[in-house]
């Protein structure tokens, strides 16, 4: 059978890429249904949109914009291929996954893919017309693909608006309005709607693996217990959202709560599934490596499903014919073979983050300042762990495709005598009494501001050529003295890496490493639903897989463990929860999955109330000891990331509602 490649877009149909190609064609189930179903080759065409548009959160996603949040057009510069400011827009958590520009949650920016379910639905209808074509086990496999997709459409929808109108069938554009008008349908069966299209797929779709990039049964599987943990977390959690109204009373925003059991099983079982298709996570010897090429590399044993992208530069005289990124360009800082044409740094991670890992302390009992002998002891001591190593860069840390070493530096400081509260204000960029009479810093990359007199000492250095100086602004320099490695292709070519959409690496759509906390997830919770001791350990083996792989100490479960959640959250999250879904954060950072875990576990206003600001993990020389210390300061770039309530589901987008009476607006707004 041959092999579909889905990175084909319009120009692959012969269509120039803009808003209204579909305002000159007829639709495709009118005119190309004939020639496109017959073949193989002919439904790589048909499915070309349906493909690209999947609501994939990946390097060109952004929680607002253009292109309803889903960046897949290449011809807007820069700022269309860091689209991945949505995880500088995005609060991450407690732990912040970015330093998080605040943005509205709610505003759902106008997703509404009933263009490509209508597609979906069309194939539906009309593939079973040319069956005669395939023989029977390709058949299978290309029909029951389309239902993957439409799952795949509908928790998109869904996990961001609660119930919307389950349409399985072409609706007639002739047809009286009020046929075509249809309600809203509740969230519980919308979240049956994707199970039962997706238990479809799972049953039906090839076992086939070895190419990531086309999607099989255990894709399917993959989408099922990411999807049914969403709904288990709506139904068991969004009673707290405390956001009332008709909505709400129709079932449209929330689940009963006595079906968080049927959802977490079906998260579980579909877990289990995907483990039989034999999975494994990339594991080595050398923790650090593996886990990194984990996201520069195709087709290791824990790709389940991938998103490939294509070269920008060989058609670069045909823009916007393929998918592209520039993660490199956007993540590295300027430099020779890192940061080019692009801002750089663009994205960088904070302390609430970096400090779930097992790390080295930076503060002593005392609260006062660490003493390293190098700025790299903090990473190279043996005391990170190496899963912390493959997703951040520190300084003296080097970048392998280009040979850099990073410098990030962020002052001096003559003496220490303090604790490290002294030396960290709340307010970005900021100075107090202490730091006026302690510290030096670089306002930019000039070399007199790099290297200055500091009493007797002559040209001492202040600041690194990557990092941290006062006055540069946000872009293309460390200024929360740590970089993201996660994602960073040292393979890449690097003559183009560091330019606009120069990033040709896959984003890991579904991985095994993903699956186990699913599975670690739904299986303590189920633990917790049903009285079960065994099905709460069962979790930890789980857990304690992905922390065998990233090399860090394994956890055992606590038997009687202290609920965190009452006093914080106002309902119950006990400790071994708790380090549940700080072990996703740790594993799936940078992966755009936190703020939907933070949604569904109705935490983020919480997390975020009265807005969070970010921290540092800057390191500084102090000159009279010849030592370094890392202080924990809120970064030059001061942002602060809030969350409210009403944005646990988004707005029905209005234009839609003006469409549309019957479509009932989310409560809050």
């Known amino acids: 059978?041959?092999?579909?490649?889905?990175?084909?877009?319009?120009?692959?149909?012969?269509?120039?890429?803009?808003?209204?190609?579909?305002?000159?064609?007829e639709p495709k189930g009118l005119i190309y249904e004939n020639v496109l179903m017959k073949s193989e080759s002919g439904l790589q065409k048909y499915w070309a949109m349906v493909f690209q548009d999947l609501p994939i959160e990946d390097f060109n996603f952004a929680m607002n914009g253009e292109h309803n949040?889903?960046?897949?057009?290449?011809?807007?510069?820069?700022?269309?291929?860091?689209?991945?400011?949505?995880?500088?827009?995005?609060?991450?958590?407690?732990?912040?996954?970015?330093?998080?520009?605040?943005?509205?949650?709610?505003?759902?920016?106008?997703?509404?893919?009933?263009?490509?379910?209508?597609?979906?639905?069309?194939?539906?209808?009309?593939?079973?017309?040319?069956?005669?074509?395939?023989?029977?086990?390709?058949?299978?496999?290309?029909?029951?693909?389309?239902?993957?997709?439409?799952?795949?459409?509908?928790?998109?929808?869904?996990?961001?608006?609660?119930?919307?109108?389950i349409v399985d069938k072409v609706l007639d554009p002739k047809a009286p309005l009020a046929e075509l008008q249809l309600p809203r349908s509740t969230e519980y069966d919308c979240w049956m709607f994707i199970h039962n299209d997706l238990e479809y797929a799972m049953n039906h779709m090839s076992t086939a693996k070895g190419d990531a990039s086309r999607p099989n049964r255990y894709a399917a599987a993959?989408?099922?217990?990411?999807?049914?943990?969403?709904?288990?977390?709506?139904?068991?959690?969004?009673s707290y959202g405390k956001i009332t109204g008709p909505a709400v009373d129709a079932g449209l925003m929330g689940v009963a709560p006595e079906k968080a059991k049927e959802f977490y099983q079906y998260a579980y079982d579909a877990c289990k599934f995907v483990k039989e298709g034999g999975y494994a996570l990339n594991d080595g010897s050398d923790k650090e490596t593996a886990y990194a090429e984990q996201f520069f590399k195709d087709n290791t044993p824990e790709d389940i499903f991938i998103k490939q992208y294509g070269d920008y530069i060989a058609l670069k005289d045909n823009q916007g014919t393929m998918l592209f990124h520039s993660w490199d360009s956007m993540i590295l800082p300027k430099g020779s073979n890192l940061s080019i044409s692009a801002p750089g740094c663009t994205i960088q991670p904070a302390w609430e983050l970096i400090r779930m890992f097992e790390i080295p302390a930076v503060t002593d009992e005392e609260g006062k300042p660490v003493r390293f002998d190098n700025v790299e002891d903090l990473w190279n001591s043996g005391e990170m762990e190496p899963r912390a190593r493959a997703i951040f860069f520190f300084s003296g840390m080097t970048e392998k495709g280009s040979g850099t070493k990073?410098?990030?530096?962020?002052?001096?400081?003559?003496?220490?005598?303090?604790?490290?509260?002294?030396?960290?204000?709340?307010?970005?960029?900021?100075?107090?009494?202490?730091?006026?009479?302690?510290?030096?810093?670089?306002?930019?990359?000039?070399?007199?501001?790099?290297?200055?007199?500091?009493?007797?000492?002559?040209?001492?250095?202040?600041?690194?050529?990557?990092?941290?100086?006062?006055?540069?602004?946000?872009?293309?320099?460390?200024?929360?003295?740590?970089?993201?490695?996660?994602?960073?292709?040292?393979?890449?070519?690097?003559?183009?890496?560091?330019?606009?959409?120069?990033?040709?690496?896959?984003?890991?759509?579904?991985?095994?490493?993903?699956?186990?906390?699913?599975?670690?997830?739904a299986a303590y919770e189920l633990g917790l639903e049903t009285g079960d001791d065994k099905l709460k350990a069962e979790a930890f083996t789980y857990v304690n897989e992905v922390r065998a792989r990233a090399g860090a100490t394994l956890h055992q479960m606590v038997n009687n463990p202290e609920d965190l959640g009452m006093e914080k959250y106002g309902f119950p999250v006990d400790e071994n929860l708790q380090y549940i879904r700080d072990e996703r954060a740790r594993e799936l950072c940078f992966e755009n999955l936190r703020i939907y875990d933070l949604r569904r576990w109705r935490v983020a206003d919480i997390d975020f109330m009265d807005g969070k600001q970010p921290h540092t993990l800057l390191p500084y020389y102090v000159l009279n000891e010849n030592k370094w210390i890392f202080l924990n300061e809120v970064p030059v770039v001061a942002r602060k990331a809030t969350f409210d309530k009403k944005w646990y589901y988004e707005q029905i987008p209005g234009g839609e509602i003006g469409k549309n009476p019957n479509l009932i607006r989310n409560d809050g707004y």
């Open 69 to 165: 949040g889903f960046g897949t057009v290449c011809a807007a510069g820069w700022h269309e291929a860091n689209q991945w400011g949505a995880q500088k827009a995005s609060p991450a958590s407690a732990a912040m996954e970015a330093t998080g520009r605040t943005t509205s949650y709610g505003d759902g920016w106008g997703y509404w893919p009933y263009d490509r379910i209508r597609d979906i639905n069309n194939f539906m209808e009309q593939f079973p017309n040319y069956k005669e074509y395939y023989n029977e086990e390709t058949y299978e496999n290309l029909y029951a693909e389309a239902f993957f997709l439409r799952a795949f459409y509908y928790f998109g929808l869904v996990k961001r608006y609660g119930g919307v109108p």
């Open 1 to 25: 059978m041959k092999k579909i490649k889905y990175i084909f877009v319009a120009a692959a149909l012969g269509l120039t890429m803009s808003s209204c190609y579909d305002l000159d064609l």
């Open 222 to 238: 993959a989408l099922m217990s990411r999807a049914m943990l969403y709904a288990a977390s709506a139904a068991k959690y969004g």
């Open 406 to 521: 990073f410098d990030f530096q962020a002052g001096v400081y003559k003496s220490y005598p303090g604790t490290a509260a002294d030396g960290t204000t709340e307010t970005g960029g900021s100075t107090n009494d202490y730091t006026n009479a302690y510290r030096v810093t670089a306002q930019n990359v000039e070399a007199s501001q790099m290297y200055q007199d500091i009493g007797d000492q002559k040209n001492v250095k202040v600041a690194g050529p990557h990092g941290c100086f006062r006055g540069t602004g946000d872009e293309g320099y460390s200024y929360m003295g740590v970089l993201i490695r996660k994602y960073t292709n040292p393979n890449s070519n690097l003559a183009i890496r560091g330019g606009l959409f120069g990033s040709s690496q896959s984003w890991k759509v579904f991985r095994y490493g993903e699956v186990l906390l699913n599975w670690a997830e």
